[in-house]
Structure formats: C-alpha cells, structure tokens
C-alpha cells in the first residue's frame, strides 16, 4: 500500500516562503514519476509540479512558474516542493501523487479520479 507522508506546510503571509515534502512508501520511489498538485476550497484538484524520476522531465503549472520548484531525492523516497513569493491564490491542501501524462514527456493528465489522502495545507493571507 503507497502512503505519503507530508511536511512543511502552514500558514504565511503574502511573499512569504514554505517547503513542502513528501515521503512516499510502498513504491519503488526512485524509478516512479511524481508530482504535486493541490486543491483549493471548491475547486478541483490541479497539477502544480511534475517532475520524472530521472529528473529530465520537469513541468509546472503556469500560475506558479518562476515562484516554485520540485525536486526529489530518491535515496531518500522524499519530493520537495520550494514555494516563494507565496500569493493568496496558492492557499489550498498540497498533495504529492503520482504522475502520468497522454503525451509523451508531456504535463500530467488523467489524475482526476487519484486516491488523495490527507495532503498538507497551505494557507497564505493577505
């Protein structure tokens, strides 16, 4: 059975920065492609960051491009997620999760119907 295990998240203001990790068990970590995605209040969930288990396949959601950055250490079965200039918007529960795609070294797709657990909330006021 895949668990994950959440870290960092929290409340901060507008500006401000959090780091988002993920221990994922229950899986060969290390040759499986991974992303973050989140969920705001009455929104569906939407992929934020994707990254390949290599590393060379990398894509990010265009509302956070050149504020946050995935990462993975797969010794470790850990993914982060590096948040800055944090905005109200982003406010949501953060999941880590798996990553497929329709498109050859192509964004996530086909993730609507994953199992999501807990996640971590992350909240950012104005």
């Known amino acids: 059975q895949v668990q994950s295990v959440y870290s960092g998240g929290g409340e901060v203001q507008t500006g401000g920065s959090l780091r988002l990790s993920c221990v994922v068990s229950g899986r060969t970590f290390s040759t499986w492609d991974m992303a973050w995605y989140r969920q705001a209040p009455g929104k569906e969930h939407e992929f934020v960051a994707a990254?390949?288990?290599?590393?060379?396949?990398?894509h990010y959601l265009d509302a956070v491009k050149g504020r946050f950055t995935v990462s993975r250490d797969n010794a470790k079965n850990t993914m982060f997620l590096q948040m800055n200039s944090l905005k109200p918007e982003d406010t949501a529960i953060y999941f880590c999760?798996?990553?497929?795609?329709?498109?050859?070294?192509?964004?996530?797709?086909?993730?609507?119907?994953?199992?999501w657990g807990q996640g971590t909330q992350v909240t950012v006021s104005s």
């Open positions: 999760n798996d990553y497929f795609s329709d498109f050859p070294r192509g964004p996530p797709t086909r993730y609507e119907n994953f199992d």
């Open positions: 990254m390949s288990w290599r590393g060379d396949v990398i």
